[in-house]
């Protein structure tokens, strides 16, 4: 234990090495120095079952068995068929009444629906993911969303833009979301591998659970999902005051307005947003080491014009999901809940930036380093209020200009999904710790690097990616890195080039 410490503390370097694991040595990293930047792109909410369950020669839907197949209710018992899809309370008419328990096509008949038109969204919570995995089982997906059966839908992807990279380069079929639940939880351990807290949240806040950490059902939740969707004791917070689910940002854009009188740039503490956040971030060891990096969101500006802060009837307007407007989601921005990235800071000024600057930096080959890209909600993927399509087309169309572009000789994307969006998924997660890893997401590396026409089966999770930048530009590893998991380079061959 004291070599080990003193080895973090006098070779950052080498101690990120030798935690990498034996999946990211056996990828040879030798030459791993030739790609000068990594670019990461954001989509939002799909399980790898749902979008890449059928690509030839992945781990997909034909390869579940029946034990991660076949829904169980509450009481543990099979289902005769799914649970009904629903629309709000109500069956929804576009999918069918008794549907079997079993994986089903949404763009095939009797449903019908393409990748071009949105589903309902479903519940993707921390509790309720662990609940749906069970385990390892995967038998509870149904049981415990809000939209039923819908949970077991999937797509047959193969006319999507990013599934032809995919089939060119390397598609990650082991990646799993590094954090249990949803959006805001999973985009904080893409950049520091943590779990935010609160020390003094609201009571009100906090989860109610059980002896085992499990959250209570509500009085009065139905006993069985065929007759309505559950409802749960359920919180942003965890009892011990970790942040889960989802949270307003301290800091301007957000949904929290600011105080009467104060400072507009600011959140009204009296409205419980999250404290700032100071975990040590990947930006952080990236800043420490002078590898230049930013974090682009579309539609960033647009938001900080007027804080979010519109008449609640025009909100809905203009960030609530109507095509071609603005639509930030200010839970999909991780940088604007710490203090080290706050309003008026030098920090927030050089590496927090709009998405336009991504497209231009790009195109003049002037992109630093390390650049995350986070699409808007009208770009990102997610059910409810966007389909897969555009989102994807979109992201397909950054990816060729950047091939186009002259940063290509040099670089390696990487196109993931921040999590399942409450969607199933055949493969058991690893046991980690508390927090993760969730389901299974798709994840495609890009690069003239990559490997070609590869299904890279190497366990992943989220912060595998933060594995990576740490072992190739040298950084001091953050704590909350999984040890077991591999660090991308299996996707590499660096031998022919």
Same mark, same amino acid.
């Given at each position: 234990m004291t070599?080990?410490?003193?080895?973090?503390?006098? @070779?950052p370097a080498l101690f990120a090495a030798l935690i990498a694991g034996p999946a990211g040595a056996a990828g040879g990293a030798k030459g791993l120095e030739r790609i000068e930047h990594i670019i990461v792109i954001y989509a939002e909410n799909r399980s790898f079952d749902n979008l890449y369950g059928l690509f030839p020669g992945a781990n997909g839907i034909a390869n579940a068995r029946p034990e991660n197949t076949v829904q169980v209710d509450h009481d543990g018992k099979p289902f005769a068929v799914l649970p009904p899809i629903l629309k709000g309370n109500a069956p929804d008419p576009k999918f069918p009444a008794a549907l079997p328990n079993a994986p089903f096509r949404i763009d095939a008949p009797p449903i019908s629906l393409p990748l071009s038109v949105p589903t309902r969204d479903l519940v993707h919570r921390y509790y309720q993911n662990i609940e749906q995995i069970n385990g390892g089982r995967n038998d509870r997906f149904a049981a415990v969303s809000d939209a039923g059966g819908l949970v077991m839908g999937h797509y047959d992807g193969s006319s999507l833009p990013m599934w032809q990279w995919a089939k060119e380069y390397t598609l990650a079929d082991n990646f799993f979301m590094g954090a249990f639940g949803g959006s805001f939880l999973n985009h904080f351990w893409l950049v520091c591998a943590c779990t935010p807290h609160w020390e003094h949240a609201p009571e009100k806040e906090r989860a109610r659970t059980d002896a085992g950490g499990?959250?209570?059902?509500?009085?009065?939740?139905?006993?069985?999902?065929m007759n309505g969707r559950p409802r749960y004791q359920d919180g942003e917070l965890t009892p011990d005051g970790f942040a889960v689910n989802t949270l307003q940002?301290?800091?301007?854009? !957000?949904r929290v307005p600011p105080a009467a009188g104060g400072d507009a740039r600011l959140a009204d503490p009296d409205r419980h947003p999250? /404290?700032?956040?100071?975990?040590?971030?990947?930006? +952080?060891?990236?800043?420490?080491?002078?590898?230049?990096? /930013?974090?682009?969101? &579309?539609?960033?500006?647009?938001?900080?014009?007027d804080g979010m802060q519109l008449p609640t009837e025009k909100r809905s307007v203009?960030?609530?999901r109507k095509p071609g407007m603005p639509s930030f989601e200010a839970h999909h921005h991780p940088f604007n809940y710490f203090k080290r990235f706050a309003? !008026?800071?030098?920090?927030?000024?050089? $590496?927090?930036? +709009?998405?336009?600057?991504?497209?231009?930096?790009?195109?003049?080959?002037?992109?630093? &380093?390390?650049?995350?890209?986070?699409p808007d909600s009208n770009s990102n993927e997610h059910p409810g209020y966007t389909d897969v399509l555009s989102g994807d087309r979109h992201i397909a169309e950054l990816v060729a200009k950047i091939k186009a572009s002259p940063l290509w000789p040099r670089v390696a994307i990487i196109v993931?999904?921040?999590?399942?969006? !409450?969607?199933?998924?055949h493969v058991p997660p690893p046991k980690g710790d508390r927090w993760g890893p969730g389901s299974r997401v798709p994840t495609i590396v890009v690069s003239p690097f990559a490997k070609k026409g590869f299904v890279d089966s190497t366990p992943y999770d989220t912060t595998s990616i933060i594995k990576l930048i740490t072992r190739r530009f040298g950084l001091a590893p953050l704590p909350g890195v999984r040890?077991? @998991?591999?660090?991308?380079?299996?996707?590499? +061959?660096?031998?022919? $080039?």
């Open positions: 070599f080990k410490c003193s080895v973090r503390r006098l @070779m499990r959250v209570l059902l509500a009085e009065g939740s139905p006993a069985s999902a940002p301290p800091y301007q854009p !957000g999250l /404290a700032p956040q100071t975990f040590r971030t990947v930006g +952080d060891t990236l800043s420490a080491k002078g590898v230049s990096w /930013a974090w682009y969101s &579309q539609s960033w500006n647009a938001a900080l014009a203009i960030y609530g309003p !008026g800071t030098s920090d927030r000024e050089r $590496h927090l930036k +709009d998405g336009a600057r991504f497209l231009a930096a790009i195109e003049s080959g002037t992109l630093p &380093q390390v650049a995350f890209y986070k993931t999904y921040d999590e399942n969006g !409450g969607f199933w998924d040890a077991g @998991m591999g660090d991308l380079t299996n996707a590499f +061959d660096f031998s022919r $080039h």
